[in-house]
């Protein structure tokens, strides 16, 4: 989504919004043939059931270190129940310790080795960890256990839309929809990927029923909101952030996005405090505080600016687009050596990229290097031949430079491109006439008259006509 010129972004719609599930463990194991324990091995016993059951109520609260001080007091009074290591090992995949978390289902599986559900729970976290292969292996494994359990199927298809297998994903979470006709996870996931495949209304549909099941599901709005931006609903996009936020303020992705819809309509300061926010949230993601920078840039808040784009660049040096951005604005306050060291900077990081070289040529071309302003130019077309702005900028430099047929050239190209370029018609129909080509020269200054009567350009009208009076003369 274009909102400034010559940036770009885009609404996430956030691959299967609701990302790996986690099931719930369950009640203590039992054993129909086991012993009648004592009374005091009975008491231990119930008190890490106690233990167990304050580990998921905190689990529930989010309360994931207090969770896993239960947890372990589970284990620490009956090491051979293998439910507290699930639990566990749900949390600390939580909190990003999946080698813990591994141990720990691994652990449960010595002890419950045909339970499905630590399965499920293992390949959540083996992808978590980096290892699809296990991660598929793992719930493959959970489906053949048990064929009803739809977490599995979610999950499973929530992997293989990570590879852009969407055929299989659907598949999956059609499985688990059958399972479970009302799950609302499944929903999300599979609307995502059908929104992959272009059928935007079956993924409406399926975003709009899992709302019905569970209004106060944050992800599955950011989803819907992603969807509706998708078909140019703007209003309805930035209903869906918002209510998004509402119920789930730390929601970064809600803020994100709507920052984004929100440019794009021109409201440049809700986008911007949008940012302010995301930015509070994911302290350490460069492209937020680039995107912040540019919208700052528009609003004339050049220092703020510049503090952006610098610290994008802390975060990550090697950003092309912000260095191209901050060179942007030192051209914009006068700094023309300063833009082009940025410039070149991108370029070196980057070298086939054609904004910053048409830009650099830009600048080059208003410090009189012509030359290196043609360069810059020609390098831009070879990395994106199919950009019009860059033969018309061409041209104007084969023109400046006496290059008359180049330029010709250059202007006749950015018009097959563009056949409503009305300023390579004019400057076409300029350079015919100074080629002796009378006919042609009226021809483009005709379709340059009317094509700045068509955009309501009442001073390009009038010189069109001007010159075309003179031509006939």
């Given at each position: ?40 091995v009975a008491k231990q016993l119930q008190e890490a059931q106690n233990y167990f059951n304050q580990g998921e109520g905190r689990a529930r609260d989010a309360k994931y270190r207090e969770a896993l001080e ?55 976290a083996q992808f978590a960890n980096g290892d699809m292969s296990s991660a598929l292996n793992d719930l493959d494994r959970a489906i053949s256990l048990n064929p009803n359990l739809a977490v599995a199927y ?119 405090a949008d940012l302010t926010k995301m930015a509070t949230l994911n302290p350490d993601r460069a492209a937020v505080f680039h995107q912040r920078g540019m919208i700052r840039a528009v609003l004339e808040n ?172």
């Open positions: 989504m274009r909102f400034i010129r010559r940036t770009s972004s885009h609404v996430t719609a956030a691959i299967a919004a609701f990302g790996l599930m986690t099931c719930s463990a369950f009640a203590q194991d039992t054993k129909p043939d086991a012993p009648k324990p004592t009374p005091e239960s947890f372990n007091q589970a284990i620490q009074l009956n090491p051979t129940w293998g439910t507290p290591y699930v639990g566990r090992g749900a949390i600390r995949s939580k909190l990003g310790d999946y080698s813990g978390a591994l141990q720990d289902f691994d652990q449960a599986l010595m002890l419950n080795p045909m339970d499905a559900v630590v399965y499920a729970h293992r390949g959540s979610v999950n499973r298809g929530y992997i293989r839309a990570q590879s852009q297998n969407w055929e299989s994903a659907i598949a999956d979470f059609d499985q688990a929809l059958r399972v479970e006709p009302k799950f609302a996870p499944a929903l999300v996931n599979r609307g995502f990927a059908k929104l992959q495949q272009g059928d935007r209304q079956a993924a409406l549909n399926d975003l709009n029923e899992a709302i019905k099941l569970q209004p106060k599901s944050a992800e599955a709005l950011i989803a819907r909101g992603a969807i509706h931006h998708e078909i140019g609903e703007s209003k309805a996009a930035i209903a869906d952030f918002s209510q998004a936020i509402q119920i789930k303020p730390t929601a970064a992705e809600a803020f994100y996005n709507r920052a984004q819809v929100n440019a794009r309509l021109g409201y440049l300061e809700a986008a911007e050049h220092e703020g600016a510049e503090a952006d784009y610098n610290q994008a660049l802390k975060l990550d040096p090697n950003f092309a687009a912000a260095i191209k951005s901050r060179g942007d604005l030192r051209a914009t306050m006068g700094d023309k050596q300063g833009a082009i060291a940025d410039y070149s900077q991108a370029v070196q990081i980057q070298p086939n990229f054609a904004g910053a070289l048409s830009q650099r040529a830009a600048v080059r071309s208003q410090l009189g290097d012509r030359s290196g302003a043609t360069q810059d130019l020609s390098a831009a077309i070879a990395a994106d031949s199919n950009n019009p702005d860059v033969y018309e900028d061409r041209g104007a430099a084969r023109m400046e430079s006496g290059d008359l047929q180049g330029a010709v050239e250059d202007f006749s190209r950015a018009i097959s491109l563009d056949s409503s370029r009305v300023d390579a018609f004019y400057q076409r129909g300029i350079l015919m006439g100074r080629l002796g080509n009378r006919q042609s020269a009226m021809a483009d200054l005709q379709r340059a008259s009317d094509l700045y009567l068509q955009k309501g350009d009442a001073e390009g009208y009038r010189n069109t006509l001007n010159t075309l009076r003179q031509l006939q003369g």
